[in-house]
């Protein structure tokens, strides 16, 4: 069994956010502990999330670009669940995801997903 967290900037409406429900929400069809955290406190697909317990999420109510008590709040949750993975969405995610890791010196698998319509200054269209 996987336990995982998965991190995202906000459950805003977005490719990335989407993915990450999804992706989750299977995981716990398929039996694996999920449990997520969103840095900005952007709710709107927050209904769409099916984890086991509703303390399974989190916002961390970042009020600024890096915020100290959202990184702590992190890296708290990361000590606390010691998960085998944590799955980030996009750099803005991996960056906090990254650092807290580190402040607390967990060894679970660090993946990120990057949803862009950009690769290497290329439109994927053209790729």
Avoid: W
Wanted: charge should be positive.
């Amino acid at each position: 069994m996987l336990r995982t967290l998965f991190v995202t900037g906000s459950l805003a409406y977005g490719g990335a956010e989407n993915h990450a429900i999804t992706l989750m929400n299977r995981l716990v069809d398929r039996g694996h502990e999920c449990h997520a955290a969103y840095i900005k406190a952007d709710h709107a697909l927050l209904d769409r999330v099916r984890l086991r317990s509703d303390s399974a999420v989190r916002c961390l109510e970042a009020e600024r670009f890096l915020d100290r008590s959202a990184l702590a709040e992190l890296a708290a949750l990361i000590a606390n669940l010691q998960p085998t993975a944590i799955v980030a969405a996009n750099p803005y995610s991996l960056l906090y995801a990254m650092l807290a890791r580190r402040l607390v010196r967990a060894r679970g698998a660090m993946v990120v997903t990057y949803h862009a319509a950009k690769v290497s200054g290329e439109a994927i269209g053209a790729i």
